[in-house]
């Protein structure tokens, strides 16, 4: 019950070309890589701006930087959206 064999590899493949179809599994295979680069892109983007918030908290307090923007994919400019940044206040 712990490892699966070679005929049960067999028969869970032949159960999902059943289901998808030949004719889909290319594009599921393709929309699958998109996703995962998206998201390796995306956790490389955000252990960045993890790097750059200590970074900056180091730094001077106030700076001027171009708005940020959220990309579908890497180098995908057409669905890119600008990001709105919250707001710091300071409580006292």
Known sequence: MGQIGVWQAVIIVGIIVLLFGAKKLPEVAR?????????????????????????????????????RTIQAAPGDVASARPVEEPKRTAQG
């Open 31 to 67: 929309s699958l890589g998109k996703s995962a680069r998206i998201l390796k892109s995306e956790a490389a983007a955000m252990k960045n701006e993890g790097a750059k918030d200590d970074a900056s908290q180091a730094g001077t307090a106030e700076q001027t930087a171009a708005p």
